[in-house]
């Protein structure tokens, strides 16, 4: 079952802004994870943050994570066209992972 | 990085055919793999989880005798797909993981199975 919800379900930028996708949870958790699919390919693991960390970089990507509000957000600066793909977040709660419903960024030329 | 490679990654076949489709960690031993399956524009649900050497754990509604899974060794596991009907048509993703290691799961890149 689904463990995480995603907003927005879409996102549609201009190339240069930036995009921020936020997931939500329900249970408590070890790790939370960001992960990329583009269409009809498998999952590409971008970056994962601890349930004791609040923040964390990766290049252009800043995510950050709110436990108390079981939160997390992934924010994609300077966003580029191949940067369109769905963004997945995954709750690992003592290796069971779940995966949110996800947001699809479309990143216009 | 590591890698897993996932085979076929189309398969067209017709109703009644049994398919298999392996999923293999190329430079890594794979403690765990799992098995997911993805409708379209939907996030992918977990079918099961496997363990080298153990039966594997199905997640709920998931038939284990229509879903065969075998985890032979640390590298390979295996889904067959027994006596596919149009319903079971869609997007077959595996993952795997040496839980030893601490490390995230990393995904093959899919499998998309059509039933006639």
């Known amino acids: 079952s689904q463990q995480g919800e995603e907003d927005p379900q879409a996102l549609s930028i201009q190339e240069g802004e930036n995009a921020t996708m936020n997931c939500s949870y329900k249970t408590s958790i070890n790790n939370l994870q960001w992960y990329r699919q583009n269409s009809g390919r498998g999952l590409v693991h971008l970056i994962l943050?601890?349930?004791?960390?609040r923040e964390k970089h990766s290049g252009r990507l800043r995510v950050t994570l709110d436990t108390s509000k079981k939160s997390s957000s992934l924010l994609i600066t300077a966003s580029r066209a191949a940067d369109t793909a769905s963004y997945f977040c995954?709750?690992?709660?003592?290796?069971?992972?779940?995966f949110g419903a996800g947001t699809r960024l479309t990143v216009k030329p | 990085g590591a890698v897993v490679s996932q085979h076929p990654s189309w398969v067209i076949c017709k109703s009644g055919t049994s398919v298999k489709i392996e999923c293999r960690s190329l430079?890594?031993?794979?403690?765990?793999m799992f098995w997911y399956r993805q409708f379209p524009k939907q996030s992918l649900m977990l079918m099961a989880t496997?363990?080298?050497?153990?039966?594997?754990?199905?997640e709920q509604g998931v038939e284990k005798d229509k879903f065969l899974i075998n985890h032979a060794s640390l590298t390979l596991s295996t889904l067959t797909v027994t006596s596919a009907h149009p319903e079971d048509s869609s997007f077959y993703i595996c993952s795997a993981q040496d839980r030893a290691s601490n490390q995230p799961q990393h995904f093959g890149d899919g499998t998309r199975l059509s039933i006639l």
């Open positions: 943050i601890r349930s004791n960390e």
């Open positions: 995954a709750t690992d709660d003592n290796n069971d992972m779940r």
């Open positions: 496997s363990n080298e050497g153990s039966k594997a754990t199905y």
């Open positions: 430079d890594f031993q794979a403690t765990t």
